[in-house]
């Protein structure tokens, strides 16, 4: 049955389905993390908060061959990655 928009609704007119509100449940998503490539002969250095988690943006290149003098200390900077 065609309805006429310019026409008033009455009793006799039927109404439309109403849709029914869903329910929406809030869910944790990890956000995803951008492939970050390595330049040969380089690791990818992250500095790590005092209970060992990554700080958020610490990230850096530092050479591959030299980085344990400096960043050796695993409590402080962890290699995040290498090149494969």
Do not use: H
């Amino acid at each position: 049955m065609e309805t006429n928009p310019n026409e008033t609704p009455n009793e006799n007119t039927p109404l439309p389905d109403i849709l029914q509100p869903i329910q929406v449940i809030t869910a944790e998503v990890p956000q995803a993390q951008p492939e970050i490539e390595v330049p040969p002969g380089y690791v990818l250095l992250v500095a790590l908060n005092e209970d060992g988690t990554d700080i958020p943006n610490s990230e850096f290149f530092y050479p591959e061959k030299s980085y344990k003098r400096f960043y050796s200390n695993e409590q402080k900077y962890r290699v995040k990655k290498k090149l494969n």
